[in-house]
């Protein structure tokens, strides 16, 4: 069976094999809990050990978030005048063949509300690229979705069907062996479909680019130029992907405070990376070149993340030589809105559950990094260090820092407790809880003024609520326990003890559609 296209390990008939690659799913929750396990553990039997690692954790972390914000803080002064460059016109006057290059989209859709894919059609149709003349467009809906989809479907594409190069419209069959129904089964199903109708226009593949967007992505009107350009300015440009900075922006003034802060989170998250290349990986929304897409025969239709996933199908097909390239430009995307409070609650979580299952990515990794002998052993290291320490960090640091500070002091005995070291301990875990509220002004900060790079969120909300923003940022520890690091440890755990997760489709609710 080829490697690359294994997303379990009951997918692998090889024991031995299958025994490896299960060892692999286990790791990650193992770590997290051991981690956790042990902290508890020696709390009460070893109390001054625990000390002195959170006092040297907690100065770790520090130096840590100082490392991420100065990163944010950069990616977001490129970030700022990258957006004031007329692309369209650098494009023109690079003396570059832009013109040669042809955009698909792919846009897999489920149940959403047909304003909300008709704004992501509209957004592309408004683009400054010659989308009449160089952009397919694929709307995917999936067969399972029923009547309601296809009537959707077969509506938005009479009202753009003219408005582009080509207009596809394709429905993914609902109960094909072997497949996970979800995104990642829907564009493959898409692409191939794409592949037929490209064979046949007889379009180099080397010039096509391909986007596989969320159907509530909203370009700004210069993406496509912005991505045009880089692509052809990048060295080796075939053997890379092309990665945007998603903002859930869409509807963020709609989000409760809980959705808006994990938004934020993710938000900062991707917008920092864009500052660490050697550690981005596709997410969510991204592009990528046609040609490797085709050779790593589209993207896996078993897993939940094959927006992860595909980074590493090429990075292990081209042995070890592909990377993603930031493209420093926003894409925009909804924040996560329930019909009410409870509602938002748990779909927030499940969606964090669903981003963790990511973690699924590792066992994928680590088997390919054995299959694979001509990947160096630094660059294996590397990304298996970076992988493995990412999610470890999501599951257990917030933890860390939020019960382990106390827990000796409480939980430690009567020597323990009478020693300089219990008594000095509370107020280092204090002054942790002050360099924190110093960082919560930084993100408050960073958030408004990410806002203000939409005009309409200037323009439009008074003074007011952006002070509500700020106040909101309060919140975050809260957040980060319960919506941000349980559920990665949820889905870590699920992973551990084979309980496969399955795809969920976050649901979409706007106030205010286009």
Not at 501 to 510: A, D, Q, S, V, Y
């Amino acid at each position: 069976m080829n490697y690359l296209k294994i997303g379990k390990a009951n997918e692998i008939k090889d024991k031995k094999d299958r025994m490896i690659y299960r060892s692999f799913e286990i790791l990650p929750g193992l770590l997290s809990w051991l981690t956790i396990g042990l902290l508890t553990l020696f709390s009460f039997i070893r109390s001054s050990w625990v000390a002195i690692f959170i006092i040297a954790f907690d100065l770790y972390w520090i130096i840590r978030v100082t490392y991420f914000y100065s990163h944010l803080g950069a990616a977001f002064s490129i970030m700022k005048k990258i957006r004031k460059i007329d692309w369209q016109e650098k494009l023109k006057s690079g003396n570059l063949n832009w013109e040669e290059i042809y955009h698909l989209v792919v846009l897999p859709f489920y149940k959403e509300d047909k304003e909300i894919i008709k704004q992501s059609i509209k957004a592309l149709y408004n683009s400054n690229y010659p989308v009449k003349e160089k952009m397919i467009v694929v709307l995917a809906r999936e067969a399972r979705a029923g009547g309601e989809a296809q009537k959707i479907s077969e509506e938005i594409k009479k009202e753009y069907g003219n408005k582009f190069f080509k207009f596809l419209e394709t429905e993914h069959p609902k109960d094909i062996p072997g497949e996970l129904a979800g995104k990642g089964s829907n564009t493959a199903w898409a692409g191939e479909k794409a592949k037929k109708l490209i064979d046949q226009l007889k379009i180099n593949y080397e010039n096509i680019i391909v986007s596989s967007f969320d159907i509530d992505t909203v370009v700004p009107p210069d993406y496509f130029n912005r991505l045009t350009y880089v692509f052809l300015t990048a060295e080796d440009r075939l053997h890379a992907s092309y990665q945007p900075v998603p903002l859930y922006f869409n509807n963020i003034w709609e989000a409760p405070f809980l959705s808006r802060l994990a938004a934020f989170s993710t938000t900062f998250w991707a917008l920092l990376n864009q500052e660490r290349p050697n550690r981005l990986k596709t997410f969510s929304s991204h592009s990528m070149p046609f040609t490797a897409l085709v050779d790593v025969d589209f993207w896996m239709t078993d897993i939940v993340t094959e927006d992860n996933i595909i980074f590493f199908q090429c990075f292990l097909r081209y042995d070890g030589i592909y990377r993603v390239i930031p493209l420093h430009y926003p894409v925009y995307m909804d924040a996560n809105v329930g019909r009410n409070f409870k509602e938002t609650t748990a779909n927030v979580y499940r969606q964090h559950q669903r981003w963790g299952w990511g973690v699924e990515t590792i066992p994928y990794m680590l088997y390919g990094f054995l299959k694979n002998k001509k990947i160096s052993f630094g660059k294996k290291l590397a990304y298996g260090f970076d992988y493995i320490e990412s999610f470890w960090s999501w599951a257990t640091n917030s933890f860390i820092i939020a019960i382990f500070g106390w827990l000796p002091g409480f939980v430690g005995g009567i020597e323990f407790k009478s020693s300089i070291l219990a008594f000095n301990l509370p107020g280092i875990t204090g002054g942790i809880g002050q360099v924190a509220i110093i960082f919560l002004i930084f993100s408050a900060f960073f958030s408004i003024n990410l806002l203000l790079l939409k005009t309409e969120d200037s323009k439009n909300h008074k003074k007011s609520k952006f002070a509500w923003l700020t106040f909101q940022w309060l919140f975050t520890p809260l957040i980060m326990i319960v919506l941000i690091a349980t559920p990665a440890l949820d889905a870590q755990t699920r992973l551990m003890f084979g309980k496969y997760l399955g795809f969920w489709t976050t649901p979409k609710h706007r106030k205010n559609q286009a």
